[in-house]
């Protein structure tokens, strides 16, 4: 009987943030290939002595699938293990989609990507009634293009919340990308965390007009998210409006209104 393969999402550092079902599928793995350079490798204590564990950083694509496949049909129960979700920027499909080829099966456990990490970080809800209903998750074109509907400037023409993946390293081109969509401002707040979750975390905050300096200052050049919009104002000033949900005059499904 071949093995599965499972992918799993590792959260983005703290080793308690990934998923029990995750965590599980690693207790009982004979084969564990990781993401090296974000997964924490104390998720890997939680193997069992016998499996066979590889970092895929210095692998290739064909290093990584003949990996996967030769433990599947060998029976043994496989884990591909990925910072975050793997469904975000893990390029997870072409993997998928050798699976296939090879006939395979394969499952995918979610996790926590590094939005949410950043966004507990900060204590920072990221939809506000009145300010935001809208999350936006993307990045800067870098060796991989972006389309080019999607160039900041025309996601930022929407506002809204903005997290931005793999693009710390380009803050000038960030702030001026974002600016152009013509609705946030030089005084729009922005946070960036670098390494949620991890001991070494650390978070920047500012406007449009002063972030690219101070992140330059705090010599963040990789491994951080960055946080743009208005939501970001209601640690500082307050909910400009509470939600509707918890409204005492507001009845719905689970609850009477009080009134
Ligand atoms: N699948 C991952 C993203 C992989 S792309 C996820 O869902 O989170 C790698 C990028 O993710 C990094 O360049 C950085 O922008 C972001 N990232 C991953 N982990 C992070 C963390 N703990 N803190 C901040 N950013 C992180």
Same mark, same amino acid.
């Given at each position: 009987m071949p093995g599965e393969v499972l992918f799993v999402g590792a959260g @983005?550092?703290?080793?308690? !943030?990934?998923t029990l079902k995750g965590l599980r599928a690693l207790q009982q793995a004979d084969l564990v290939v990781y993401a *090296? +350079? !974000? =997964?924490? @490798?104390? !998720?890997?204590?939680?193997?069992?002595?016998n499996c066979e564990i590889h970092d895929?950083? %210095?692998?290739n694509l064909d290093q990584v699938l003949d990996l996967l496949i030769a433990g599947a049909k060998a029976g043994q129960k496989v884990v591909r293990l990925h910072t975050g979700d793997p469904g975000l920027y893990g390029a997870i499909q072409e993997q998928m989609e050798a699976l296939d080829a090879a006939e395979i099966s394969y499952r995918v456990i979610p996790g926590v990507t590094a939005t949410f990490a950043a966004a507990a970080s900060l204590k920072q809800e990221l939809t506000l009634p009145g300010v935001s209903q809208t999350l936006v998750l993307t990045r800067l074109a870098g060796r991989t293009p972006v389309p080019d509907s999607e160039a900041l400037r025309n996601i930022a023409r929407i506002g809204g919340t903005i997290c931005l993946y793999l693009s710390v390293g380009m803050m000038d081109k960030l702030v001026e990308e974002l600016l152009a *969509? *013509? =609705?946030?401002? %030089?005084?729009t707040p922005v946070a960036v965390v670098y390494r949620? +979750?991890? @001991?070494d975390e650390k978070v920047v905050e500012g406007t449009l007009s002063d972030i690219a300096e101070k992140v330059a200052e705090a010599g963040i050049t990789r491994q951080a998210l960055i946080l743009v919009g208005e939501v970001l104002k209601a640690r500082q000033q307050g909910v400009p409006e509470k939600s509707k !949900?918890?409204? @005492? *005059?507001f009845a719905h499904g689970y609850r009477d209104s009080a009134k």
């Amino acid at each position: 009987m071949p093995g599965e393969v499972l992918f799993v999402g590792a959260g @983005p550092g703290d080793p308690e !943030l990934i998923t029990l079902k995750g965590l599980r599928a690693l207790q009982q793995a004979d084969l564990v290939v990781y993401a *090296g +350079s !974000l =997964v924490n @490798p104390a !998720l890997l204590e939680e193997c069992h002595k016998n499996c066979e564990i590889h970092d895929s950083a %210095p692998l290739n694509l064909d290093q990584v699938l003949d990996l996967l496949i030769a433990g599947a049909k060998a029976g043994q129960k496989v884990v591909r293990l990925h910072t975050g979700d793997p469904g975000l920027y893990g390029a997870i499909q072409e993997q998928m989609e050798a699976l296939d080829a090879a006939e395979i099966s394969y499952r995918v456990i979610p996790g926590v990507t590094a939005t949410f990490a950043a966004a507990a970080s900060l204590k920072q809800e990221l939809t506000l009634p009145g300010v935001s209903q809208t999350l936006v998750l993307t990045r800067l074109a870098g060796r991989t293009p972006v389309p080019d509907s999607e160039a900041l400037r025309n996601i930022a023409r929407i506002g809204g919340t903005i997290c931005l993946y793999l693009s710390v390293g380009m803050m000038d081109k960030l702030v001026e990308e974002l600016l152009a *969509g *013509g =609705v946030f401002t %030089p005084q729009t707040p922005v946070a960036v965390v670098y390494r949620a +979750s991890w @001991p070494d975390e650390k978070v920047v905050e500012g406007t449009l007009s002063d972030i690219a300096e101070k992140v330059a200052e705090a010599g963040i050049t990789r491994q951080a998210l960055i946080l743009v919009g208005e939501v970001l104002k209601a640690r500082q000033q307050g909910v400009p409006e509470k939600s509707k !949900l918890y409204d @005492p *005059g507001f009845a719905h499904g689970y609850r009477d209104s009080a009134k």
